[in-house]
């Protein structure tokens, strides 16, 4: 049986993916992020169909959710995958996603790590800068390898997404103006161990309009069709991630994928090479939701906090980008609406879910969703206030896996020691 996203998001309902949350969490001690592997599922299968037909690959962006079962459920649908470090190359490896499936984003790439990439055989570097170009020759003459690369350009549009989301503005320090990639492109055939073939450009994330889209894959269209005018060979364009998704109902309207996919089919409507899609977000982010049990309710001056045991170290979204998350308690009666600040227990007036926001009353004991959590919540976690880090479980048809078990004591502090022993450097 293969649910539909709304039909495995009926948290609000109680159940997620077929399991029932309050049954879950009597089994597992709150907070755990659960991710149902259904809406995953049909996430993948949406964006499949959109480009079906067109020479495409997708590239799963590891950042938004790096569980390595989340990577398998990725590896065993095709899906490859987005890497920005050596940790998440070892992971997407770990999870059975072919080097020849891997693209390595970021701008600061080192030699170590770039020598770890070309060892693996990973498809192609996203290069962000000369520098990292030199870097590239250098260490795949070096290796006497040949790298395969694309040019990441910044094509200076605004996604209109938060601040520290957006990418592709020219103050963003992503990519490179279109001038500097033309330099390379001429200076090219100098570089013996560097296949520069491709553009790369990701405008930033939670894009909720086709816009930005349009005018920055406009832009490297037309790049293109100049270098190839010049002579020059472009076998993949890889258009990054970014398509948003929708946290809070009524205000979010993401762009369905087959829009997405229409507009991308117009633009490059004359390129005959290999399309590289790189979502994020959009995969796996209302696929997930945090439980979390209330704490107790502390009366304020001007205003009730609803203390729960999930943390801004579980999910830095909203004290980072006072990103809005859907917060539904899992009452089994009905009660009064009533409105909380939901905070966590950490040490910081930023751990902060949601202000004054309307929802059923609450008591010590009751179990929340918080929702849309499935991407940049849990690979974002740390361990601040030395609070462990969290379960993670994956739902499918019914049934549950434990992804990661909830850290121990023990494991939160591996590697720190007394200074038994002083060198001297
Ligand atoms: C973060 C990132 C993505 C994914 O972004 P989403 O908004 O999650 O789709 C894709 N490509 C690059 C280069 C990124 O840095």
């Given at each position: 049986?293969t649910?539909s996203i709304?039909?495995?998001?009926?948290?609000?309902?109680?159940?997620?993916?077929?399991?029932d949350?309050?049954a879950?969490?009597?089994?597992?001690?709150?907070?755990f992020?659960?991710?149902?592997?259904?809406?995953?599922?049909q996430?993948?299968?949406?964006?499949?169909?959109?480009?079906?037909?067109?020479?495409?690959r997708?590239?799963?962006?590891v950042?938004?959710n790096s569980?390595?079962a989340i990577?398998q459920?990725?590896a065993?649908?095709?899906v490859?995958?987005d890497?920005?470090s050596?940790g998440?190359?070892?992971?997407?490896?770990?999870?059975?996603?072919?080097?020849?499936?891997?693209?390595f984003s970021?701008?600061g790439?080192?030699?170590?790590e770039?020598?770890?990439a070309?060892?693996?055989?990973?498809w192609?570097?996203n290069?962000e800068?000369?520098?990292e170009?030199r870097?590239?020759?250098?260490?795949?003459?070096?290796h006497g390898?040949c790298a395969?690369?694309?040019?990441?350009i910044?094509?200076?549009?605004?996604?209109?997404?938060?601040?520290?989301?957006?990418t592709?503005k020219s103050?963003?320090?992503?990519?490179v103006?279109i001038d500097?990639?033309?330099?390379?492109?001429a200076?090219?055939?100098?570089?013996?161990?560097?296949?520069?073939?491709?553009l790369?450009?990701?405008i930033g994330s939670?894009?909720?309009s086709?816009e930005?889209?349009?005018?920055?894959l406009?832009?490297?269209e037309?790049?293109?069709?100049?270098?190839?005018?010049?002579?020059?060979?472009?076998?993949?364009?890889?258009?990054g991630?970014?398509?948003?998704?929708?946290?809070?109902?009524g205000?979010?309207?993401?762009?369905?994928a087959?829009?997405?996919?229409a507009?991308?089919?117009?633009?490059?409507?004359?390129?005959?090479?290999?399309?590289?899609?790189e979502p994020?977000?959009y995969?796996?982010?209302?696929a997930?939701?945090?439980?979390t049990?209330?704490?107790?309710v502390?009366p304020?001056?001007?205003?009730?906090?609803?203390v729960?045991?999930?943390?801004m170290n579980?999910l830095?979204?909203?004290?980072?980008?006072e990103a809005?998350h859907?917060i539904?308690?899992?009452?089994?009666?009905?009660r009064?609406?009533?409105?909380?600040?939901?905070?966590?227990?950490?040490?910081e007036?930023g751990?902060t879910?949601?202000r004054?926001?309307?929802?059923a009353?609450?008591?010590a004991?009751d179990?929340?969703?918080?929702?849309?959590?499935?991407?940049?919540?849990?690979?974002?976690?740390?361990?601040y206030n030395?609070?462990?880090?969290a379960?993670e479980?994956?739902?499918d048809?019914g049934r549950?896996?434990?992804?990661?078990r909830?850290?121990t004591?023990?494991?939160?502090m591996?590697?720190e020691?007394?200074?038994?022993?002083?060198?001297?450097?």
């Amino acid at each position: 049986m293969t649910l539909s996203i709304e039909q495995a998001m009926t948290h609000t309902m109680h159940t997620f993916d077929g399991v029932d949350l309050h049954a879950l969490a009597a089994q597992l001690p709150t907070p755990f992020h659960a991710y149902s592997a259904n809406a995953i599922r049909q996430r993948i299968s949406a964006m499949q169909s959109a480009f079906h037909g067109l020479d495409h690959r997708i590239c799963y962006a590891v950042k938004a959710n790096s569980n390595v079962a989340i990577l398998q459920l990725m590896a065993n649908h095709g899906v490859g995958a987005d890497i920005v470090s050596l940790g998440e190359l070892h992971r997407s490896l770990a999870a059975g996603i072919p080097a020849e499936h891997i693209v390595f984003s970021g701008v600061g790439k080192t030699a170590e790590e770039i020598a770890a990439a070309l060892a693996v055989g990973v498809w192609r570097f996203n290069v962000e800068s000369l520098d990292e170009l030199r870097l590239l020759q250098q260490v795949a003459q070096l290796h006497g390898v040949c790298a395969r690369a694309a040019a990441r350009i910044n094509p200076d549009v605004d996604a209109g997404t938060h601040e520290k989301i957006s990418t592709g503005k020219s103050e963003n320090k992503f990519g490179v103006s279109i001038d500097e990639a033309r330099r390379w492109f001429a200076n090219a055939g100098k570089l013996s161990n560097v296949r520069l073939d491709g553009l790369h450009a990701h405008i930033g994330s939670q894009i909720l309009s086709l816009e930005p889209f349009a005018e920055a894959l406009r832009r490297v269209e037309a790049f293109r069709q100049e270098l190839e005018a010049d002579g020059h060979v472009i076998t993949s364009v890889d258009i990054g991630g970014g398509l948003g998704v929708c946290y809070r109902q009524g205000h979010d309207h993401p762009v369905a994928a087959a829009d997405y996919a229409a507009l991308v089919r117009e633009v490059f409507a004359r390129f005959q090479g290999t399309l590289v899609l790189e979502p994020g977000r959009y995969l796996v982010a209302e696929a997930g939701v945090l439980l979390t049990r209330v704490i107790r309710v502390k009366p304020g001056v001007d205003r009730s906090f609803l203390v729960v045991d999930a943390a801004m170290n579980d999910l830095m979204r909203p004290s980072l980008y006072e990103a809005w998350h859907e917060i539904v308690p899992l009452h089994r009666d009905s009660r009064e609406m009533t409105r909380y600040d939901v905070v966590g227990p950490v040490c910081e007036t930023g751990d902060t879910f949601a202000r004054d926001r309307e929802m059923a009353r609450c008591q010590a004991g009751d179990l929340l969703s918080i929702g849309g959590t499935g991407a940049y919540g849990a690979s974002m976690a740390s361990t601040y206030n030395s609070r462990p880090l969290a379960a993670e479980v994956l739902l499918d048809d019914g049934r549950y896996a434990v992804i990661r078990r909830r850290q121990t004591m023990a494991e939160m502090m591996a590697g720190e020691q007394l200074p038994k022993v002083w060198n001297e450097a």
